[in-house]
């Protein structure tokens, strides 16, 4: 996976640093060729379909499209559960609820479209965990939370 996603952003800085005039992609997909397979849908009921979404850039368009492009490549109707990961935030400096609103508008929307069961985040603290839920419409079903040792 690692390779993949070097090789993927060589590829496409190179191309970036070619022309200035080019627009930032908001989406970026990054496949392992020989990996991709198509679910069987014999065995879909057995297997739990889930994604991690990283925020990056303001267009909360883009869940729609990293969706619908995990389930095209993965042969599905829906995933099972997509997790959208906030991007990293300087030292002092904390997410909105305001951020990540039209973030989570659009995961409900696929919930209510049945593109997705269930939604969460990752690596909100406490108080923004809090708004969100009593904000959304579409309560999160899970909290992912990465803890990173320091010696």
Excluded at 44 to 70: H, M
């Amino acid at each position: 996976v690692r390779d993949c996603i070097q090789k993927t952003l060589i590829e496409w800085s190179s191309k970036i640093g070619q022309d200035r005039n080019q627009e930032t992609l908001e989406v970026l997909e990054c496949t392992v060729a020989q990996a991709l397979e198509k679910i069987n849908p014999e065995e879909r009921d057995e297997l739990k379909v889930s994604a991690k979404l990283f925020i990056v850039g303001s267009n909360s368009s883009s869940i729609r499209d990293a969706v619908d492009l995990a389930c095209s490549a993965l042969g599905v109707a829906q995933l099972d559960s997509v997790i959208i990961a906030p991007p990293p935030v300087e030292d002092g400096i904390n997410l909105s609820l305001e951020y990540l609103q039209p973030y989570w508008k659009e995961l409900e929307n696929l919930v209510q479209n049945k593109k997705i069961v269930a939604i969460g985040t990752s690596d909100l603290d406490k108080t923004l965990l809090e708004q969100l839920y009593l904000w959304a419409q579409v309560r999160t079903n899970f909290l992912l939370m990465v803890f990173h040792r320091t010696e």
